[in-house]
């Protein structure tokens, strides 16, 4: 498959190896979108990669990034409004953001249907949480299907988006990191024939759109009725189906839980009397019918799910109004609600469960003995230089702020810059808060270029308006780098093509900052004394550290170049090293190799020849010698 | 043929590991067997430990590999040859590692000691399998070992059923122009 963009468009059926994000977008095509938002965040991004193979010109919805995910969803939602079916993604703590707005869709009559895809992350793999969204679900009264493989994202996209549309409301799609990221042959449905342009179908005059006072309790009615008819509607019910020929014994799953499951019912004892499976597409609103039967011919049913115990609550609550004797067994601990049901996990609950199922011991890893490998700045990261800089100017004691983005990785040793995070744009105001009892300590906090414009704004209002004594530091790398460098409003550019460029001085500016500097992060000395002046200085100030992203600067500049590539690469001149181990230690390159007796050497293979080390270097043994082809 | 083979691939984010898994998977495909698998994505792949699973065979159904249960573990560095080969190989099973060195930041900071040949051998020992060594020095790319690796791994049978033709036509899918010759001559 070299041209994504052309397989995401054949006309006939056709079978592809691809991920689960990959194969939603070949799920939008058919299922007739035409407008799809979105801010990224792991795992979702992917989506739009695929998105952007398709030719722009090719393309039948219009895609955009928004600014940040309660935007992405507003967008979504005006655009159905307006009678055009519309999906928008996001990451599983995306929803929080979103969520002023998310909760009131069910209350609203959307024309055109609205699939809103979550990206939730059990276990926590690139999120600062592992919050289960499926509680959003219950709360605001909106369906919700949950895909365990690529093959069932692609299926359930094109359900979510029929019941939105027939239903004229929001669907919610629970995809899990596992299944965004798991590839496999998906079989793709033939291309309908063209899709009818929708009329314009916003219409204030015959419809209620504002929820206040008394006018919400018709609206509410509503949503709750046409979630109970969801809840009939034969096409969602036929997301559920049950494995197995009348065991004694169930397991009523979900999502990838179930493929996990069906692993470990691959090692049972022969003999052992294996659980049938009720595998549960439609999560919310729970299949009473469905899970009734289930349980009526069973005598023990195990309720298998990741996280919260969302399915049991409620399933149990269902048995006891239903007087049935089957024995539900839910969670057991705190163990049981964190992490992935990966399938040793799915199988040291089964056996806790059914111990006669295996008869074997589960294989276990060896004791770990090489050192662990956390994510770190790239080679030439002006992160580094800036964090390296500002820490020279701080004294114990002070405290500094992270945010997320790249930087957030500033925490690690040996920078540890960057105390506490709570969520993206929260560095001023959480530095705010402690600055009012500071004592003498200092306040610095960090933000990310694409954090500014998502949700950075409010808290600097906050710090100008409320007069907080706090240094914000900006490191404007210009690009959303840790989620796949996409555009953001300062980058002159949207997914669409050239856009106004946003400046975050001005922004600054416009918000009210009168002390502003910058500097590039690479210049670490002029850095070092400007934190030092600005921190002496009263009020609410803001340095902005800039250097262009090296990772995405390199490969663009590599992508350019060619076979004709060339790097002028550091290299410890052994003559003139003292050994002080600056550059290893503490500026910390990861190129920078340790070898026997102190000495230190630059890995051919990972410096990018920045050459932003060499000022680090005491003794000036840090030499750049001629250009050469790697 | 065999209806559960399990591969367990280990990196550093940067090294390919992404392009290493789709290529057997494409592979696997291409030798008309059932695949799946899945890649680490997002924060992790700057700079940290990144893994890829690969699935073979109509008996997998996660698209995760379990905890010592990886018939073949694949690592493009040596202190991830370690780990990897430590958490994931089964009794009996094969490690096949590339040698390169990116130190972790514990080993650059001297707190811990860098991992040497020995400790991937002793892994292999433990587990009764054997270590299948790629020199990191005979690639002429540092961007071409993941394809060096594959290359190891089908000349030598590791993956039944898999052959150089298998991942020549993997490669042939997913590349093209002058990247995909030298890629190529890889797989000779």
């Known amino acids: ?630 | 043929m065999t209806d559960r083979f399990d591969i367990y691939i280990a990196g550093v984010g940067g090294q390919g590991i992404g392009l290493l898994s789709e290529a057997l998977i494409r592979a696997a495909d291409a030798a008309g067997l059932t695949a799946r698998g899945c890649d680490t994505h997002g924060l992790a792949q700057r700079g940290g430990s990144v893994a890829s699973h690969v699935r073979i065979g109509s008996r997998c159904h996660s698209a995760l590999v379990s905890e010592g249960s990886a018939d073949l573990v694949v690592a493009l560095e040596i202190h991830e040859a370690v780990s990897a080969g430590r958490a994931y190989l089964k009794e009996g099973g094969t490690l096949v590692w590339c040698d390169a060195s990116w130190q972790p930041l514990a080993v650059r900071l001297g707190t811990e000691r860098p991992a040497e040949v020995s400790d991937v051998e002793e892994v292999a020992a433990l587990r009764r399998g054997r270590a299948v060594r790629v020199p990191a020095d005979a690639v002429p790319d540092p961007r071409m070992q993941n394809t060096a690796v594959l290359a190891a791994i089908c000349r030598e049978g590791l993956v039944p059923g898999l052959g150089l033709e298998h991942a020549r036509t993997a490669l042939t899918d997913l590349m093209s122009g002058p990247a995909l010759e030298a890629n190529l001559r890889l797989l000779a």
Request: hydrophobic share 40%; charged share 25%; aromatic share 6%.
């Open chain 1, 1 to 630: 498959m070299k041209d994504l963009g052309e397989t995401l468009l054949r006309k006939e059926p056709f079978s592809e190896i691809v991920i689960g994000n990959t194969a939603i977008v070949r799920a939008l095509v058919e299922s007739g979108l035409r407008s799809v938002t979105a801010y990224p965040g792991s795992p979702t991004p992917e989506i739009a990669d695929a998105i952007a193979a398709i030719p722009a010109d090719r393309r039948p919805f219009r895609f955009e990034f928004s600014v940040n995910e309660k935007v992405a969803l507003e967008v979504a939602f005006g655009s159905a409004l307006a009678g055009r079916p519309s999906a928008v993604f996001f990451k599983s703590v995306g929803l929080n953001v979103a969520a002023d707005s998310f909760v009131q869709l069910p209350l609203l009559d959307i024309p055109g249907g609205l699939v809103v895809i979550l990206g939730d992350d059990p276990g926590a793999n690139s999120s600062q949480n592992e919050q289960d969204n499926r509680h959003y679900a219950r709360m605001s009264y909106m369906p919700l299907l949950e895909p365990a493989s690529a093959q069932e994202a692609y299926d359930m996209f094109k359900t979510a988006a029929r019941l939105a549309a027939r239903h004229r409301t929001a669907v919610i799609l629970r995809l899990t990191t596992h299944v965004c990221h798991a590839k496999e042959k998906v079989d793709f449905e033939a291309l309908p024939p063209a899709f009818p342009r929708p009329a314009w179908a916003f219409d204030p005059e015959r419809e209620n759109y504002i929820p206040l006072a008394a006018t919400v309790f018709p609206l509410k009615r509503r949503a709750l009725e046409r979630l109970a008819a969801i809840g009939r509607d034969p096409e969602a019910l036929g997301t559920n189906f049950v494995e197995g020929s009348g065991s004694r014994r169930g397991v009523i799953t979900a999502g990838t839980a179930w493929l996990s499951l069906r692993d470990a019912l691959e090692e049972t004892k022969p003999g052992s009397e294996r659980p049938d499976v009720l595998k549960l597409g439609l999560v919310h609103p729970l299949p009473r019918d469905a899970v009734l039967a289930f349980l009526r011919a069973r005598e023990e049913v195990k309720v298998l799910e990741e996280l919260d115990p969302v399915l049991e609550t409620e399933i149990k609550a269902l048995a006891y109004d239903e007087g049935l004797s089957t024995r539900i067994l839910g969670k057991r601990g705190v163990e049981d609600l964190m992490g992935e049901c990966v399938p040793a996990k799915v199988r040291d609950i089964l056996s806790g469960t059914w111990p006669d199922l295996f008869d074997a011991p589960r294989p276990a890893p060896l004791p770990a003995s090489a050192a662990p490998r956390p994510p770190q700045m790239c080679p030439g990261c002006g992160h580094r230089s800036a964090f390296y800089a500002i820490k020279r100017a701080l004294s114990p004691g002070d405290v500094t702020v992270a945010d997320i983005g790249c930087h957030t990785l500033g925490y690690l040793p040996p920078y540890r810059m960057g105390g506490v995070l709570l969520s993206m744009g929260h560095s001023t105001s959480t530095a705010s808060g402690l600055s009012i009892f500071r004592e003498g300590r200092r306040v610095v906090c960090f933000l990310g270029d694409s954090t500014f414009f998502h949700a950075g704004m409010p808290g600097i209002v906050n710090a100008v308006y409320n007069g907080h004594e706090v240094l914000l530091v900006v490191m404007e790398n210009g690009t959303t780098a840790m989620t796949g460098h996409q555009d953001h409003p300062g980058t002159g550019r949207s997914f669409n093509g050239p856009a106004p460029k946003l400046s975050v001085r001005a922004a600054l500016e416009g918000l009210g900052v009168k002390n502003i500097r910058e500097v590039d992060a690479y210049r670490q000395a002029e850095l070092t004394a400007l934190v030092r002046e600005a921190l002496a200085e009263p009020g609410f100030k803001v340095i902005i550290a800039r250097h262009p992203c090296m990772l995405k600067l390199t490969r663009e500049a590599r992508r350019r170049a060619g076979a004709a590539w060339k790097v002028r690469q550091v290299r410890v001149d052994p003559d003139t090293c003292v050994k002080n181990h600056e550059c290893i230690e503490r500026f910390a390159c990861p190129s920078f190799q340790a070898r026997e007796g102190g000495a230190v050497e630059v890995s051919r293979d990972l410096c990018i020849g920045d050459g932003s080390c060499r000022q680090t270097c005491p003794a000036g043994a840090l030499v750049q010698d001629k250009e050469e082809g790697r």
